[in-house]
């Protein structure tokens, strides 16, 4: 049996317990499944490549931001991926994981100075506008280091989609992207430039979209916006379709991957131009898991809590966004159900898993995993409460790897450094 599954009564990835796990590396710990990101990326590639005729197979960026550990990474270099970076260290961290430079896409809000001549001295694929003062100073970089940088304009195209306002991206008043009369005039602009070559447009209109009908909503609005700049005689070759692609966290109705290739190859393939796309959470969400460890139980004015030793700072989803994940004991897996509030240690009332949520019996020293943490789970993490962050373990068949260690005092205090008018 791959992934995660019961054997025995006990909780496995692949063949590997997960108790095994929290005995060699302790508690809290990510743990992640090679099979699973194997497994996702198949699955959106094969869609595609049954769909699309092969010499237009779109370049898969994986939006690294959704977990940027350097053996995930590797991984999904192995598998043929490429990426999308959005800061300078998440591009140190595509080109030591080996990504060819011409398969990078640099994207980002607020590139700076610095962020911007290392994505030119990769060479990377192309970089996603998102002002004007990005793109004059682009140009003044790339004119500095003698080169000619390819760019694609963001487009905010006021369509919405995403499963809730925090993770939505592409609707009015949301800051990414330029409307597209901004768009237009970005193209006007990068016309009289002499180191960028406008080539195309980039939309990314939020995530955990599992309608393709916002996706085809999205898609006509980019075919009219790209019929509209070319009647102006502007180039179109590149079209960066972005991410979105939803995974399991509760009972959702995911994207019909068959059907959004369908979309593409309808409203997307006839631009003639080559098409990019982005995802993140799909490639990684669902390999994942915190693996913790209950602490203590306590009654209080009538609700059961389990204190256990991840926290808030660990996975930060259900604190910053009210996410729901799935939550698991490792062992005694068909205990009676008893409603229980699951809280981390962290000093903050939000700093809680679920609340009242029906669970196997569970007792201090037990195990628990937290679901659906491969995304947007330890690239989030903090040191709040000088909490060192947890190691990540890779899993694949009964291959197991520490791809992080855990953090240690020293690491987490060295940085510090009292005034020695103090001392
Ligand atoms: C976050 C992000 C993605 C990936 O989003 P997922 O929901 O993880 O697929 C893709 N592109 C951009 C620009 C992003 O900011």
């Known amino acids: 049996m791959s992934g995660f599954h019961e054997q025995n009564g006990v909780l496995c ?16 710990a990510y743990v992640y499944s090679a099979r699973v990101i194997r497994d996702q990326y198949d699955a959106l590639a094969g869609a595609l490549q049954k769909t699309l005729p092969a010499n237009r197979q779109p370049l898969l960026c994986y939006a690294c931001k959704a977990n940027s550990n350097l053996g995930i990474l ?16 998440e591009l140190k961290r595509a080109l030591k994981a080996g990504f060819a430079p011409e398969k990078i896409v640099m994207e980002g809000v607020g590139k700076t100075e610095e962020e911007i001549l290392a994505g030119l001295r990769a060479r990377v694929h192309q970089f996603n506008i998102e002002s004007f003062g990005e793109l004059d100073l682009i140009n003044r970089l790339a004119g500095q280091e003698k080169q000619l940088a390819d760019v694609v304009f963001r487009l905010n195209p006021d369509v919405g989609g995403a499963a809730y306002k925090k993770i939505s991206t592409g609707s009015k008043g949301d800051k990414f992207g330029l409307a597209p009369e901004r768009v237009l005039e970005g193209f006007a602009r990068a016309q009289s430039m002499e180191h960028v070559r406008a080539l195309g447009i980039f939309t990314h209109i939020g995530s955990q979209i599992t309608e393709t009908g916002s996706f085809e909503a999205l898609f006509k609005k980019i075919a009219d916006f ?35 290739a369908n979309a593409v190859r309808e409203h997307i393939l006839p631009l003639d131009t080559e098409i990019i796309m982005e995802p993140g959470r799909y490639l990684v969400g669902n390999a994942g898991v915190l693996l913790t460890k209950v602490l203590y139980e306590k009654e209080s004015y009538g609700e ?120």
């Open 74 to 89: 590797k991984l999904l270099q192995s598998l043929g991926s490429s990426i999308e970076v959005v800061s300078g260290g």
């Open 226 to 260: 790209v019929g509209l700049l070319r009647s102006k005689e502007y180039e179109v070759s590149r079209l960066d379709i972005g991410g979105g692609f939803p995974i399991q966290y509760q009972d959702e109705d995911l994207l019909d991957l068959d059907s959004y």
């Open 13 to 28: 990835l692949d063949s590997v317990p997960l108790s095994d796990i929290a005995k060699k590396y302790g508690t809290p």
């Open 304 to 423: 059961d809590f389990l204190v256990v030793d991840g926290a808030m700072n660990d996975l930060m989803r259900p604190a910053l966004y009210g996410a729901w994940h799935g939550i698991e004991p490792v062992a005694n897996r068909d205990a009676a159900l008893h409603p229980y509030n699951i809280v981390g240690p962290v000093c903050e009332s939000s700093d809680v898993f679920a609340k009242q949520r029906n669970l196997p019996e569970m007792k201090p020293g037990d195990l628990a995993v937290i679901r659906t943490a491969g995304a947007y789970g330890v690239c989030m993490a903090s040191n709040y409460n000088t909490r060192p962050l947890p190691p990540e373990i890779l899993v694949d068949g009964d291959k197991i790897a520490l791809i992080r260690a855990r953090q240690s005092y020293e690491d987490l205090l060295g940085a510090d450094i009292i005034p020695d008018w103090l001392v």
